[in-house]
């Protein structure tokens, strides 16, 4: 099935620091969303995006579909310690009404 | 009060058992999910009910069998449990089958299987 290449895998900031992470597939999707995972917790949808170019903020999170509609990222800036956690992208592609994951974004915010 | 509530948050095993995970949304959504997350944390949708109909049965052992007793009910039934069962099982639910961007997650159950 479609995979999505999530990156970076992992990321140790300082508070205060701007993030930034991505996701690309090899097909195109319709559909790009932003998912935050707390530690023991399940996931909560962040930011969805409908439109190739389409740039959406979230308060400090922004998010973008590519032109390309095969990729997404997500910024992050001034970073706090409460954005720790697990981000997923996902994504639809034409016809599908499941989103694929990406493998995710562990960030780590040091005080 | 909890959109997505599934019980219980930790569920310690012995290969062989058989055990059943419950979850129930209040938020009135036609469609409700599993999903499974391994130890690298990827997540991997399991089942999918549409009003208590199954409509997304991924390759799953026929060990796992979900059940809606109704559309606020997705319960999940595992038997002869196998020590790669381990593993943090999602709950989900969206308005509707065709809303599944917006996914409601619980909070999950972490399986561990001795």
């Known amino acids: 099935g479609q995979q999505l290449n999530q990156s970076p895998q992992s990321m140790f900031i300082q508070e205060g620091e701007d993030v930034s992470m991505n996701c690309t597939s090899s097909?195109?999707?319709?559909?790009w969303l932003w998912y935050k995972q707390d530690p023991g917790e399940g996931p909560v949808l962040l930011i969805a995006?409908?439109?190739?170019?389409e740039l959406t903020s979230n308060g400090r999170l922004t998010a973008q579909f590519g032109i390309t509609r095969k990729d997404s990222f997500l910024n992050i800036s001034a970073s706090i310690p409460s954005d720790v956690g697990i981000y997923f992208c996902?994504?639809?592609?034409?016809?599908?009404?499941?989103?694929?994951f990406g493998r995710g974004t562990s960030l780590i915010v040091h005080p | 009060d909890t959109a997505v509530s599934q019980t219980p948050k930790y569920l310690v095993t012995q290969m062989g058992n058989d055990k059943s995970i419950k979850c129930e949304q209040n938020l009135g959504h036609d469609t409700m999910y599993w999903y499974k997350q391994d130890s690298k944390k990827f997540l991997k949708i399991m089942f999918s009910?549409?009003?208590?109909?199954?409509?997304i049965n991924e390759t799953v052992p026929n060990r796992f069998s979900p059940k809606s007793p109704d559309k606020a009910h997705l319960n999940l039934h595992i038997n002869s449990l196998e020590l790669g069962d381990s593993a943090v099982y999602f709950c989900a639910s969206s308005q509707d089958n065709y809303s599944n961007e917006k996914l409601f997650f619980g909070s999950g159950t972490q399986l561990s299987v001795l």
């Open positions: 996902a994504g639809l592609e034409g016809g599908s009404y499941i989103p694929t």
């Open positions: 097909s195109i999707f319709n559909t």
């Open positions: 995006l409908y439109k190739a170019g």
């Open positions: 009910y549409n009003n208590k109909e199954l409509i």
